[in-house]
DNA sequence: TTGAAAGCGCTAACAG
DNA sequence: CTGTTAGCGCTTTCAA
């Protein structure tokens, strides 16, 4: 049988290629070709520091003009390392996942690793089934902006390598975007620029973000004597901007904080629509800068969030997870990556006229949308 | 040994859970735990209908509750079938690649499959690495935008399953879209709005779609009498599209089409930084309405692709392929997808300024632009 | 430094 | 319908 291989082999290529034409070389094949142990190949692409240099470069070479390659999945079995990480969004659809998962992917690439990409359609169902069917194919996961429970991503993590990226479950290592401090920036340069009333856009229930955000505001607007009001909870999308920019104005408030800018470029669609004036009538900030928010219209103030090196660290943060630490091991050092506010257009001095003043302004469009 | 199993797990956990705590269960737990052969499990899983309903209820529910899923790669191994796919893109930065990828997951999703995701980089050095290193991994592949030559393509179906997208190769099935119905009507509707003069900005050499539209640019003009001046190759980029911009006032052509909205959106941005209006003094039109093409200013005049579609098309003619075909099967028909004009503000009738007199106008700038 | 042998966890004939 | 028996292609002791 053996024999056979080596024969058709011999007619066919005389260089010496690929053995059974249409199979594709095995360990056994390039062993049988080098007249070495199958073992020895394992080691000469496993392990090449533990062959002899002239036996290595032989098979090597011999592999290479067959067109081996080791079967990753074969390698996977016995060594249970995959090289490949899985990445789990909730929506491949928002913009903001697109950084993620190219941070992800080129960090992921540097260390030599696949990434496998998942969307979770936003619900833990789907989320926990991914998680299962992935677990063994994969080395480990980041979970990025996960709808699971605080116990279950324990219960994850007990038996398999985890970074969760925009969340706090102790103790499983994370990614924070921490708005915090670029929100403060933001409702500062709101004050600064004469604004007494302020919508703030809130985004999903469950976001850790969201309520260090509204947090934030609340404090600052205690302490520059603001009057914040909460608007939501809103799906983080265009529409749902759209849609509650109406809200907006029938709040009566001369500017708005988004909790992304989906939702940021979405008001901005309405109001204009409206014919409202941005930034002249009301000003508008979001959240994140992500592509787009600086070719909107206006051009959008935003907080400048790194995403893609969220996605990066949360690989990296993973990665280093596989230097001897079980699963399960006691808790990392979480990542925190700050925000800062980038100025844009879409922000300027309150209208001179008050709150109140504007409101009648706009009285007609106002009740038009009722 | 198996005895020592069943004492801990039963003493451990009184309705009978995880065997051997730490160790994932194996098909061979549930075999003992149930009093089946580990054929019978693997069955239960894999060939439900093969065996007997009332064995079956009973080795799903034990393995249900000792927390056992199979192993996939361990599954992969002796049926070579891994239900992953890899998706390869030569740059996941460019939004295009966005709705590609999640046209290609939701199908993959849909179908039970997951996406692995790579970024070749642009290089077809980098995609040789990433297939090979892939193959055996993935159950096949679709190369979006490959850089492949045609002969290596030819050469990587021959030995696993592939679709390319944006690309033609026989055999190899294709997912094409056609950008030619599209352009055809975008050059129309340019020269109904009596465009007489008009750019095309060229997209990078090697690609299928440039060369497609470029041909039908050239067509159209010579019906209906319209010169076209050719500018580029360019990176299908922002940044390009901004460089390009000024070429194009030099050109002085009173509209633009562009091989992709990346660059649309960089000549609109440039073009307002230097004061020439658009539509009013050069009209604008892209290609492909990606994210933000609607909301940049002003919302562009773009040839709509179905990308997601192209995404979703690719991957279920991937699988398709795995419905007893052999690798390297006889050629299958192309996805052919068509384009259409989306109408919006960047583009207008033509200056009634004639193009000479409109240089003049613009006179300052472009010698400030040397 | 190299070889032989025993699996990794599962699937897939082939009997029974 | 179920059990037995071989592997899938590779890694990894353990000896030599």
Same mark, same amino acid.
Request: proline share 8%; hydrophobic share 40%.
């Given at each position: 049988m053996p024999t056979r291989d080596r024969d058709r082999a011999q007619r066919a290529e005389p260089a010496g290629d690929s053995p059974d034409p249409g199979r594709t070389p095995t360990i056994h094949d390039v062993a049988a070709r080098c007249g070495v142990a199958a073992s020895t190949v394992s080691r000469a692409f496993s392990r090449p520091e533990r062959v002899n240099p002239a036996t290595r470069q032989r098979i090597l070479s011999i592999a290479a003009q067959m067109g081996y390659h080791p079967n990753p999945i074969a390698r996977a079995l016995p060594s249970g390392r995959t090289r490949t990480l899985g990445l789990l969004v909730p929506d491949i659809t928002n913009p903001f996942f697109l950084d993620l998962i190219r941070g992800a992917e080129r960090a992921a690439a540097t260390a030599g690793y696949t990434l496998v990409l998942a969307d979770t359609e936003e619900t833990s169902q789907q989320e926990t089934t991914v998680v299962d069917r992935l677990t063994g194919a994969v080395d480990g996961f980041v979970l990025a902006s996960s709808r699971l429970s605080d116990a279950r991503l324990r219960e994850? %993590?007990?038996?398999?390598?985890?970074?969760?990226?925009?969340? +706090?479950? +102790?103790?499983?290592?994370?990614?924070l975007i921490d708005s915090a401090t670029g929100t403060r920036q933001a409702a500062e340069h709101?004050?600064?620029?004469?604004?007494?009333? =302020?919508? %703030?856009?809130?985004?999903?229930?469950?976001? &850790?973000?969201?309520?260090? +955000? &509204?947090?934030?505001?609340?404090?600052? /607007?205690?302490?520059?004597?603001?009057?914040?009001? #909460? =608007?939501g909870p809103l799906a983080p999308t265009v529409e749902a901007g759209v849609a509650a920019a109406d809200a907006v104005v029938l709040n009566d408030v001369t500017a708005v904080v988004t909790f992304n800018d989906l939702l940021a470029i979405g008001v901005l669609r309405r109001l204009r629509a409206r014919g409202v004036d941005v930034p002249g009538q009301v000003s508008v900030v979001g *959240?994140?800068? =992500?592509?787009?928010?600086?070719? *909107?219209?206006?051009?959008? !103030?935003?907080?400048? /969030?790194? =995403?893609?090196?969220?996605?990066?660290?949360a690989v990296d943060l993973l990665l280093s997870l596989f230097d001897g630490d079980e699963p399960g091991a006691p808790p990392r050092q979480d990542v925190v990556l700050p925000t800062r506010l980038t100025i844009r257009?879409?922000?300027?001095? /309150?209208? !001179? !006229?008050?709150?109140? #003043?504007? /409101?009648?302004?706009?009285?007609?469009?106002v009740s038009a949308a009722h």
């Open positions: 994850v %993590y007990a038996k398999t390598r985890l970074v969760v990226v925009n969340r +706090r479950v +102790r103790p499983v290592p994370g990614v709101l004050a600064s620029l004469g604004h007494r009333r =302020i919508a %703030y856009l809130a985004g999903p229930r469950a976001s &850790w973000s969201d309520a260090r +955000r &509204w947090r934030t505001l609340q404090a600052v /607007a205690r302490q520059r004597d603001l009057s914040v009001v #909460r =608007i *959240c994140d800068d =992500i592509f787009g928010a600086d070719f *909107c219209h206006p051009p959008l !103030t935003t907080l400048t /969030a790194p =995403i893609e090196s969220a996605g990066r660290s257009d879409s922000t300027a001095v /309150a209208p !001179t !006229t008050g709150p109140d #003043r504007s /409101a009648q302004d706009r009285a007609g469009p």
